[in-house]
């Protein structure tokens, strides 16, 4: 028998390094200076995303608000207030998993994102999950969940209900949870959201679903050398805001 030699598919697979460094070139070669839609005209900062670029969980709301335009960063308002207190009763914080939103610029006056907004920059999330490769995805509210579902169903009929969806080019346990804003002033709510929560982490020790095909990470362009010097000497933006 002539002896068949197979590759190690492990090496042909990308590294968390190599992942994290994609996404890191996503932020700042496309989407810290997007127009894609009009709500680059009215924002103050794109809200990327932040946390472990290489996280089992992670949660996708719907657009920054006020506070998240400021600072350029996801939840750290009010309702991401509650997201921390709810993510600390299950053992967890911030920077143990991604959170990212569905639109990464802020809507005027906070208004709903418009469907061809969602378009615009549903690629980014996609990437994001491709890079990232969660285990569990948690929508937080309506528009993540519709999005990522491919379907019209609402919120309240989903929420607590994993169910396995491919996104991009990887499938995860999609997890609908409502969203901690509209949970805030709902006492009620915030208790369903909070035995929603409870049952995360027994999600995510469930093995990780069958993934349909190998992802490949593009290689960077080469630098000039004159411009990646250039690069080092203003400072990495996203080792300074802590995003990932
Ligand atoms: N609500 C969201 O959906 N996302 C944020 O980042 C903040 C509030």
Known sequence: MIPVAFPDYADLMPTAEER????KRIYLEEARDCVRCPLHQTRTNVVFG???????????????????????????????????????????????VFIANTLKCRPPGNRDPQPSEIEACRDFLERQVELIQPKVIATLGNFSTKLLRGDPTGITRLHGQAEERTIGARTVRLYPLYHPAAALYTPSMVEVLRADFARLPALLTEPAPVQPEALEVPEPEPEPEAEAEAEVDAGDPVEQMGLF
């Open 20 to 23: 994290r460094e994609a996404l």
């Open 50 to 96: 932040a946390g472990d670029a290489d996280a089992d969980l992670m949660f996708v709301g719907e657009a920054p608000g006020r506070t998240e335009d400021e600072l350029g960063l996801p939840f750290v308002g009010q309702a991401g207030k509650l997201l921390d207190k709810l993510l600390g009763e299950i053992g967890l914080e911030r920077g143990d």
